[in-house]
Structures are given as structure tokens and as C-alpha cells.
């Protein structure tokens, strides 16, 4: 029985600074771009595929030349977070990981399919995307999908607006972003992990870190 997918969304872009965009635009050009090697536990991708093409800016980049909007994860938007959930949700405390941007240039970098070790996850659209132009956000349906073909086969597509904010729990669901096909030809997203208090930040699995960063 394939299970549904929902998510709330937020119109926030009146409540961003001025040049909002252009700073993220400034900040994605720190990105880091490379072949990044599948995410341990976690990764959905076909049992083929190690790497996977993008851009990541880390999070202590984020704090360091995003300041409003590692303030606003901790703050605005964690209010909107507690307004999807029952219970109490919390940013996380570690900052190698709180708040991230996930950057796609042309046609070959897209986001790795992968299911989310955190309860709650936001996304803060930055770019606009048409229908059509790709970089869609795709959750399967079948927890058990693995693989884009297969996730493609039964799915809810989410198209980037700028300014929008998406909430949702992507653990059970493999997700995916769909690489770039037209203009523009960058797409930039941050990332935010929330916590919970049956789910909490213990619950991230220490190998997550281990691989990320080196270290638990
Ligand atoms: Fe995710």
C-alpha cells in the first residue's frame, strides 16, 4: 500500500531582508562542487551509482556570511516549524549541520535520493523554477523505492518558488531534486534539520557524522 506524502508550505518572502536573493546567489558561489560519494544509511540512489554531482555550502559558511538566515532557523522559521508538528521541535544544537545550502549548476548536478535521518526538515526555496525547466523536488510514494527511475514511477513533485518555505518529514519517503534542463541555470535551496522530542538530535546516526565530517 503506497503511502501519501504531505507537507506544509509557507509564503515567507515578505518577511526576508532586502536582497535576500542576491545574497544567497553571493553565498552559492562559495559552494562547495564536486562528486559527492553516496550518504551511508541513508542513500536511495540504484546500487550503481557512488557519486553524485553538486554543490554544498556547509553550514559554518552559512552562519559565517548568512547571518539572518541562521538567525531566522532558530527563530521565525522554527515557530513556523512548531506549527506543522504536535509536539515541541527544536533547531538542531550541533552547527555542522543545522542549516546548509544544497546549490545545482546546469544539467548534470541534481541531489542525491536519499530518505532524511531528522523527523522534520525545512526547505527554503531560493530560486524560481518553471514547469518544465527541472529541479523539481521528487518524493516517492514506496518507502521502499530505490533509484530515480523507480521513485519517478509513483510520485509528488514539488516545484521551486522563491521565498517559499516547504515543511515535511522525508524519512520514510525517498527524495530526490531533478537536475536543471533550462534557465535558470542555478538552483539553490537551504536546508534546515528539526528535531523533535520523541525524535530528538541523539537519534542522528553517529556514522552520518563519521562521514561527513570526519568524526561523531
Ligand atoms: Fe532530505
Known amino acids: 500500500m503506497p503511502l501519501s506524502f504531505s507537507w506544509t508550505t509557507f509564503d515567507v518572502s515578505s518577511q526576508l531582508p532586502d536582497g535576500w536573493q542576491q545574497d ?19 542513500s536511495r540512489e540504484a546500487e550503481h551509482v557512488a557519486r553524485i554531482s553538486r554543490g554544498r555550502v556547509h553550514a559554518s559558511q552559512v552562519r559565517e556570511s548568512l547571518p539572518w538566515l541562521y538567525k531566522l532557523y532558530r527563530g521565525y522559521f522554527l515557530e513556523l516549524a512548531g506549527e506543522t508538528c504536535k ?7 550541533d552547527n555542522r549541520y543545522g542549516i546548509v545550502l544544497n546549490v545545482q549548476r546546469g544539467r548534470t548536478m541534481r541531489f542525491e535520493c536519499h530518505v532524511d535521518s ?3 526538515t525545512g526547505l527554503l526555496f531560493c530560486t524560481d523554477h518553471r514547469a518544465g525547466a527541472g529541479g523539481e523536488l521528487v518524493f516517492a510514494h514506496d518507502s521502499a523505492a530505490t533509484g530515480v527511475e523507480t521513485v519517478e514511477k509513483d510520485c509528488s513533485v514539488l516545484r521551486p518558488h522563491a521565498g517559499h518555505l516547504i515543511f515535511f518529514d522525508g524519512r520514510k519517503h525517498p527524495h530526490y531534486a531533478r537536475p536543471l534542463l533550462a534557465e535558470p541555470h542555478e538552483r539553490i535551496v537551504a536546508v534546515m534539520n528539526f528535531y523533535t522530542e520523541s525524535y530528538p538530535e541523539s537519534t542522528r546516526p553517529a556514522e552520518l557524522n563519521r562521514h561527513l565530517f570526519g568524526r561523531t
Open 24 to 42: 544567497l546567489t553571493t553565498a552559492a558561489a562559495q559552494a562547495d562542487f564536486r562528486e559527492f560519494p553516496r550518504t551511508p544509511i541513508l
Open 87 to 93: 509536539e515541541r521541535v527544536a533547531p538542531a544544537l
Open 118 to 120: 531528522n523527523p522534520l
